[in-house]
């Protein structure tokens, strides 16, 4: 399990530090330095793109680079900028470090994806991709820790800078896994070069079956997680719920996360990936129609299906979309992927604001993000049906299903 676990660190430091480190120090920093309301609107819309920016460039030109010298320079600008906002008081430099942090993330898990598609064994991949994406619910667990031990004894500085460190030994930990990565066996490794011409990128993602469902579930997943996250504390308030409430559901979302990857994972090299997706989605689908009848009572189990659903997903989707094509165009198609999750977040974050103003309640907001998990679940029996039938036509099929 040495790759999983040192990808899961990656994903510690590019995306639980890198895209969340500063939205849980920003009420410390805001003690010293003057943010204003406009520039945090700022900082969120330019991370958002610039994440969105670095996903379509690795789409498009990743298979050109070296997927492990890419991954060892993203993790050093990464581990460099969290080390950098330890020294920063101005909000324009703040706002462009975690820009590029935001971007560095999305190549970084590109990186993964391929590098795992290639070298991992094929009953391996699904569990290597979930733990390894599952490594952001760690991140949302030490920056938790970060803040109840490191920010009151050393300040908020200390805290990017233990990330920093942090970082450091990761990209020492990933140089030492390639370096023997590159001496597997012929036998262990991805032997398929094909890779998808940028001229008919979009063609193969509209086209094709597999890569259109998955970029559809990543516009959805982008669509029900990325509002729910937003709004979830503002309508408890609006509830007038106890505010702890809110910490206990990212709790379990965190604490559900850090363990659903591995499990399934699992379900996913032993069962078939429609029948992961089924679970996950199913998970998520129950939470939120759970939550909608009785807020204050079941918005524990929302975050449990949350966390089950959203941290494993990346890698259950991703070893799914390699058993169809080969590992660079797995990267360039993942790649897409993220591109639809954010433009389904800022869909879903445009309506949630659009319902609000008009009709004053969020209530009509979660019903609508209750409503798209449950098309994810038909799109998990489109997918499982499917792979049934596949197999029921070519029993050799079995393992790509």
Sequence with gaps: MRMPTTFGMNQIVSHGFGMFLFA????????????????????????????????????????????????????????????????????????LVLTCLAASAAISWGCIVEIISRCARPELRSTYLSCASSGTAWGYALNGLLILFVVPMLGWQRSWQVAGLFGVLVVG???????????????????????????????????????????LICLLVGFTTMPFAYWLNSYLDELMLPAALGGYTWATVGGTGMVA?????????????????????????????????DPGKYALIAGFGYGLMYFPMWGIVAGWINQHYSSTATMQISGICMVTFGLGGTLGNLLAGYIRETTGSLHSVFLVLTGASLLLVAVAIVILRGNRKALAANPATADAC
């Design 24 to 95: 849980a120090l920003m009420p410390y920093m805001r003690e010293s330095i003057d943010i204003s309301n406009w520039q945090l609107a700022t900082i969120g819309a330019l991370t958002q793109l610039a994440y969105l920016a670095g996903a379509m460039l690795l789409g498009v030109l990743g298979h050109r680079i070296g997927t492990g010298r890419l991954a060892l320079l993203t993790g050093i600008t990464s581990s460099s900028l969290l080390l950098a906002m330890s020294q920063l008081h101005d909000p324009v430099l703040i706002t």
């Design 173 to 215: 930990l990933t140089w030492h896994l390639l370096r023997n990565l590159e001496s597997l066996p012929l036998s262990q490794l991805d032997q398929r070069e094909a890779v998808i011409p940028t001229s008919r990128l979009f063609a193969t993602i509209i086209g094709e079956r597999t890569a259109l469902f998955a970029c």
């Design 261 to 293: 990857g591995f499990i399934t994972g699992k379900l996913a090299d032993r069962r078939g990936h429609g029948t992961a997706l089924m679970v996950i989605f199913s998970g998520f689908a129950l939470g939120l129609l759970a939550f909608v009848y």
